[in-house]
């Protein structure tokens, strides 16, 4: 077997959701993983730190598109809009791997492990989408209460997006729920 | 020493913390608890599972206390209205014991095991309110998105009322900060 595999990063990511989906994400090894793929233990390795990263390392990429679109809305944009930007933005790269990202929701939610991993990684990125709006000049505490409801748009909607049967792309339930967040704030009788 | 002990738990419970603050959560041993309470370490088994406990033990009484607010409210309140008074209630409780309170969230902050902790019990708690909304017959996902942006409210608001000099109250902060997401979601030019 030679030292470089092509796309062994994708191989061995989908053997692995595969695996955690079939089995259960504490009942698989490495091992296995890598032989699903068809590689080794060693190229693994190579790849992804432990069997854990496998689902996390992509939040790394989903927390820059985010930060991004938030720091390239407009000069004018209001905090909320551009932090409906960033998330319209992370909600299209989630839509490119909607397979992967239902699969590993699902993974997700039988581990306890795996939820609290994942509600650490939601507070970072409530605090990365924080930092790039104090950056864009909104003062606290307006930049961490939109940050947050902002996540809290993003929570709901990707439930919704990962139960529903729909066709509709996660960067439209964001809107909707975005919109439905407008409503129920305004709603005082 | 006899075996039931005037204000144990209380006592416990403040030596723990006043360690926890000095030496760090990690470094503090039950021993010491019990030594600086003038208690045995079996009596500290009588009130807390573990060291831990004594720093979320309180969550049980905040969330019953959030979740009848929620119940509570009159039938014709908002989503959002039902969910504030549930806030506010909580709100009061924390109010009481502000010493305690601020002095937990610097021990808090100042571990990442207990960040996770404390983050997970904030999870629980916004599917509490969710679930008290769903009773009162809000749908989804208007149940969800409200306890979530709710308890981003609560979130952003705690740690104002933690950190600030000023003397308002929790409930007053956390009416603030209810306005203030109020404004920011009704603010697209």
């Given at each position: 077997m030679s030292r470089w595999e092509p796309n062994a990063r994708e191989r061995l990511a989908r053997a692995a959701l595969d695996l955690y989906d079939e089995r259960g994400f504490e009942q698989t090894t490495v091992a296995e993983i890598a032989n699903r793929a068809g590689l080794t233990e060693r190229t693994f390795f190579r790849h992804f730190a432990d069997k854990r990263e496998v689902l996390f390392s992509g939040g790394v990429e989903l927390q820059e598109r985010m930060v991004g679109g938030v720091r390239d809305a407009?000069?004018?944009?209001a905090p909320m809009d551009a932090v409906a930007a960033g998330l319209a933005a992370g909600g299209e790269i989630l839509d490119e791997r909607r397979a992967f990202a239902v699969k590993r929701a699902g993974v997700i939610a039988a581990s306890a492990e795996l939820q609290e991993r994942e509600l650490i990684k939601l507070a970072s990125l409530a605090a990365a989408l924080a930092d790039a709006l104090r950056e864009r000049g909104v003062a606290e505490p307006t930049a961490s209460l939109t940050a947050q409801a902002g996540m809290a748009v993003f929570h709901v909607a990707f439930a919704r997006w990962v139960d529903e049967?729909?066709?509709?792309g996660l960067p439209e339930v964001i809107r909707e729920s975005l919109d439905e967040l407008r409503a129920v704030t305004a709603g005082t009788p």
């Amino acid at each position: 077997m030679s030292r470089w595999e092509p796309n062994a990063r994708e191989r061995l990511a989908r053997a692995a959701l595969d695996l955690y989906d079939e089995r259960g994400f504490e009942q698989t090894t490495v091992a296995e993983i890598a032989n699903r793929a068809g590689l080794t233990e060693r190229t693994f390795f190579r790849h992804f730190a432990d069997k854990r990263e496998v689902l996390f390392s992509g939040g790394v990429e989903l927390q820059e598109r985010m930060v991004g679109g938030v720091r390239d809305a407009s000069d004018g944009a209001a905090p909320m809009d551009a932090v409906a930007a960033g998330l319209a933005a992370g909600g299209e790269i989630l839509d490119e791997r909607r397979a992967f990202a239902v699969k590993r929701a699902g993974v997700i939610a039988a581990s306890a492990e795996l939820q609290e991993r994942e509600l650490i990684k939601l507070a970072s990125l409530a605090a990365a989408l924080a930092d790039a709006l104090r950056e864009r000049g909104v003062a606290e505490p307006t930049a961490s209460l939109t940050a947050q409801a902002g996540m809290a748009v993003f929570h709901v909607a990707f439930a919704r997006w990962v139960d529903e049967a729909n066709e509709l792309g996660l960067p439209e339930v964001i809107r909707e729920s975005l919109d439905e967040l407008r409503a129920v704030t305004a709603g005082t009788p």
